[in-house]
């Protein structure tokens, strides 16, 4: 398993912003696609986005269009999810994970290494 760790969690208000990222121990995470997903108290846990790696597809829940940007630091080693225009219903624990290969998978499942998530509350 790639060990994976986010931050940039917190509090902020609606309306505001905040970016996420998730690093990567001893790899690079420019080889895996990286999906971010979400879970609320009460709630299953989501998918919110994901970026491949072999050509750079992205992808985003409905709530999050227009609102979210996931994207990619190789510098940094990281991948980062721009939160703008949060709303208390994007409160939540956040972890970042990544599939076995260079894809987006279409089931949680598929997803073989998960960080210990970050906790985002959208309040005022």
């Known amino acids: 398993q790639l060990q994976l760790v986010e931050s940039g969690g917190g509090l902020v208000q609606p309306g505001g912003s905040l970016r996420l990222s998730c690093a990567a121990s001893g790899f690079t995470l420019d080889y895996y696609a990286i999906g971010w997903f979400r879970q609320a108290p009460g709630k299953e846990r989501e998918g919110v986005s994901c970026?491949?790696?072999?050509?750079?597809?992205?992808y985003y829940t409905d709530s999050v269009k227009g609102r979210f940007t996931i994207s990619r630091d190789n510098a940094k080693n990281t991948v980062n999810l721009q939160m703008n225009s949060l709303k208390p219903e994007d409160t939540a624990v956040y972890y970042c994970?990544?599939?076995?290969?260079?894809?987006?998978?279409?089931?949680?499942?598929?997803?073989?290494?998960w960080g210990q998530g970050t906790q985002v509350t959208v309040s005022s």
């Open positions: 970026i491949s790696s072999s050509d750079g597809s992205t």
């Open positions: 994970a990544a599939p076995l290969g260079r894809n987006c998978p279409t089931r949680q499942i598929d997803f073989a290494s």
